[in-house]
């Protein structure tokens, strides 16, 4: 890009625009397909030790499990995109199921408001995270922890720790119901991984949003909206969280402020697995996915094979710090 490209700002960001179309079709695609194909290799070899594992019936139950995991990594992966972090995340699926439950009390009739004011309320602390590191300049890793402490302190003040319960069976309902012989969230997978997509890859607003993460200097001098599209990313982690919630207290038929703690780690490492850098300005949701995929497959692996917990975040951990060697290499390759 020539000075005389920076001094026309619509020149330069169509430069922008058609730099990251070709990244994508190159090298982001590699890390992605690579994570399927070790999710594929995963499920063999766990046939071949074991032939009752990988029939229809338990890939279905690995996909439906993966729901929580494929929606909160999306808002996860957007604020690591711009090189930041939501370590609030799993606060507010407990929040987000919390509510849900609450305003429901086992009945269908209050779920007309209840699932939209409870997305507004997750929506609403995203917000704060995202008005906390776009306006008030806090590093994220403080603004979303802290946002995470409080609000747990909050729902935890009002609930006082106690489970909440029944869900609306409507929401049971949907989690455990099929179509046609497959459960109605894989087809709520296929339709959020569509939307997720368009939107990080293929829309204006999310090649900004690599513009940012790659070089924020660079999109100050372009002019790019960066504090709007900082706190509309944020926002966007906490009704995914809040999405996550309402649809993990469906499957659990209940819901606890702490539920949500189990999936913010894993948040992270899909995204990484699949191929963004922490510091920003990488990745695609398809290697979001398919790192989401690969972690609640070795999950059920594991349960499959009754190792403790422990042994699970031996092996979760071992394999993000794979994942970042992994990266590194990559990028020593390129800079030769």
């Known amino acids: 890009m020539t000075d005389k490209d920076l001094a026309n700002p619509s020149q330069a960001t169509e430069f922008g ?3 990251s179309r070709r990244q994508w079709i190159g090298s982001e695609i590699v890390p992605a397909l690579t994570v399927f194909a070790a999710t594929a290799l995963l499920v063999v070899g766990m046939k071949i030790a ?4 990988g029939s229809f019936e338990q890939i279905t139950a690995i996909l439906v499990t993966a729901i929580f995991l494929v929606v909160a990594s999306f808002g996860q992966g ?3 995109l711009l090189g930041g972090i939501d370590l609030s995340l799993g606060v507010i699926i407990g929040i987000g199921g919390m509510m849900i439950a609450e305003w429901t009390h086992g009945s269908n009739d209050a ?6 004011l409870t997305l507004l309320c997750c929506l609403g602390i995203g917000l ?3 008005l906390g590191v776009a306006i008030a300049g806090i590093p994220p890793f403080i603004v979303t922890l802290a946002s995470g402490i409080t609000f747990y302190g909050v729902g935890l003040g009002f609930t006082a720790g106690n ?3 029944p869900v609306a069976p409507a929401v049971q309902h949907f989690m455990s119901s099929r179509w046609l012989g497959i459960p109605y969230p894989v087809y709520f997978i296929v339709a959020f991984v569509v939307i997720a997509w368009l939107f990080q890859n293929r829309s204006a607003e999310g090649r900004k949003l690599y513009a940012i993460g790659s070089s924020p200097g660079a999109a100050r001098i372009l002019g790019l909206p960066m504090a709007p599209l900082t706190i509309a990313v944020y926002a966007i982690s906490g009704l995914c969280a809040g999405i996550t919630g309402i649809l993990l207290a469906g499957y659990s038929s209940s819901a606890t402020l702490d539920m949500g703690n189990a999936l913010l780690m894993p948040s992270i490492a899909a995204v990484v697995i699949g191929g963004a ?5 990488s990745g695609i949701y398809l290697g979001t996915l398919a790192g989401a995929l690969f972690l609640s497959t070795l999950s059920t692996v594991i349960t499959t094979l009754s ?3 422990g042994f699970r975040d031996l092996v979760q951990g071992g394999v993000i710090i794979i994942a970042l060697l992994l990266q590194r290499g990559r990028l020593n390759l390129r800079s030769r």
């Open 17 to 19: 625009l058609r730099s």
């Open 50 to 53: 074991n032939p009752s594992f």
């Open 78 to 80: 957007l604020v690591i």
């Open 111 to 116: 779920l007309l408001y209840a699932i939209p």
């Open 128 to 130: 704060i995270n995202g």
């Open 163 to 165: 489970s909440q319960q």
């Open 277 to 281: 850098r922490v510091t920003g300005g």
């Open 307 to 309: 190792l403790s917990q």
